[in-house]
DNA sequence: ATCCAGGCATGCA
DNA sequence: TGCATGCCTGGA
């Protein structure tokens, strides 16, 4: 059991059901989240605005882990300064107080982002429960079943057919190949920036979007500003005047305005334009 | 009963 | 470069 102290505020709830990560869960109202981190379960536990107390069922070597996974080293203050750019701005980061980004991991987070297009959350979150309570390590903490993310070998006999099954809809092509290919891919020589972005783009059933989301959460490039249906209207709204605009526009603009903190601009804007926009 | 989701690939101008 | 269409499936 170990406290982590943030001298910005923390906010778990807004944190883990913003709808960057999907396999974390609060059994009591936004307290307390369960989740796999890599190898383990981890217990997240809002103490106070700025406290949090972790554990896990092995804790051993888990404060690097947590360090990584909750981002602990970006200077949250100043990410909120840079990013009011203007009133409006300004109104969001306040309305989104606490809301920070997780690194997660590369592979999960890319089976999760191909299963996300064209679905809603619910049913993400259902696809991907499914997927690892068939074949993922189960780990039994605090008196609760709970199942690990699974690894790419688990999941090499698999095709296209058995995801169908299980609900993956015409996404089980894309799910498929990208378990095939998937060491392929990282065999390659890792790149950066827009180079990285075409690389990805390069696999089956990775477009713009879930290239972007995949760099931005899975490899923790801050400069990434995806644009799904929600930043589109929001955009659209508030920095075109109402004119129906390309994504490719509206991508452009928003890391031209939030630069090397895009992602967290992004992630600020979702949240609000779901939970407090009327558009 | 249609219709459409937190897109992408493909084909076409 | 931009636009249209089909794709699985479940919930409105």
Not at 12 to 22: E, S, Y
Not at 116 to 143: A, V, Y
Not at 149 to 162: C, H, Y
Request: hydrophobic letters at 35%; charged letters at 25%; a neutral charge.
């Amino acid at each position: 059991m170990v406290e982590l102290v943030f001298s910005e505020t923390y906010d778990l709830a807004h944190t883990f059901d913003c709808g960057q990560i999907f396999r974390f869960h609060s059994s009591d109202n936004g307290k307390t989240y369960y989740g796999p981190l890599s190898d383990r379960i981890i217990k997240l536990t809002q103490i106070d605005e700025h406290t949090l107390e972790i554990s896990s069922d092995q804790p051993e070597g888990l404060m690097p882990k947590i360090h990584e996974f909750l981002r602990v080293k970006d200077d949250y203050l100043s990410i909120q300064n840079s990013v009011k750019v203007d009133p409006l701005m300004e109104k969001i980061v306040q309305q989104t107080n606490g809301l920070h980004l997780v690194k997660q991991d590369p592979f999960e987070c890319a089976i999760s982002y191909l299963l996300s297009q064209c679905s809603n959350i619910p049913r993400i979150t259902q696809n991907l429960s499914h997927l690892s309570e068939m074949f993922g390590k189960r780990i039994i903490f605090d008196k609760q079943i709970f199942y690990l993310f699974p690894k790419r070998e688990d999941l090499l006999p698999l095709g296209e057919d058995d995801f169908r099954e299980m609900g993956f809809g015409y996404r089980a092509k894309y799910i498929a190949s990208f378990i095939h290919d998937y060491l392929q891919f990282l065999r390659k020589p890792k790149k950066k920036g827009e180079e990285f972005n075409n690389q990805l783009q390069q696999i089956y059933g990775i477009g713009q979007k879930v290239a972007d989301c995949i760099q931005l959460f899975g490899y923790g490039d801050l400069t990434l500003f995806p644009v799904d249906t929600w930043i589109q209207k929001f955009m659209i709204k508030y920095y075109f005047s109402g004119k129906k605009t390309s994504n490719a526009k509206i991508r452009s603009l928003g890391r031209q305005m939030f630069g090397q903190w895009a992602g967290y601009a992004q992630e600020f804007i979702f949240h609000y334009a779901r939970h407090y926009d009327n558009i």
